[in-house]
Nanobody, 126 residues
Framework: QLQLVESGGGLVQSGGSLTLSCVATGATGSTLERYAFGWFRRAPGKEREAVSLISTRGRATNYTDSVKGRFTISRDNDKSTIYLQMNSLTPDDTAAYFC????????????????WGQGTQVTVSS
């Protein structure tokens, strides 16, 4: 059974950078290619937001408008790890960030047959 563990969150100042990692266990690099991945975030009092998506082999990516040009999603199937590089952070980026996996990006958006990590907190001070 696939399990996801996020790390890399913390407290940074506005304009700073963080790299989040999501390590997947229970799947080899070859079987990991069966999954599309995404990074989601939720701030207190706000709806859960899809931040970025990446296809099964990393050939296609997608970003919400508010992070385009600042965030980069990538994956290394050999290391069973998905990354989110975050630059030029602002207080609006403060949220709990979650890694998620499913067989297709459309299922991630619907929360259908989706495996979730426990989350990592990102706090950006002004």
């Amino acid at each position: 059974q696939l399990q996801l563990v996020e790390s890399g969150g913390g407290l940074v100042q506005s304009g700073g950078s963080l790299t989040l990692s999501c390590v997947a266990t229970g799947a080899t690099g070859s079987t990991l290619e069966r999954y599309a991945f995404g990074w989601f975030r939720r701030a207190p009092g706000k709806e859960r937001e899809a931040v970025s998506l990446i296809s099964t082999r990393g050939r296609a990516t997608n970003y919400t408008d508010s992070v385009k040009g600042r965030f980069t999603i990538s994956r290394d199937n050999d290391k069973s790890t998905i990354y989110l590089q975050m630059n030029s952070l602002t207080p609006d980026d403060t949220a709990a960030y979650f890694c998620a996996a499913s067989s297709h990006w459309s299922k991630l958006l619907r929360g259908e047959d989706t495996i979730w990590g426990q989350g990592t907190q990102v706090t950006v001070s002004s």
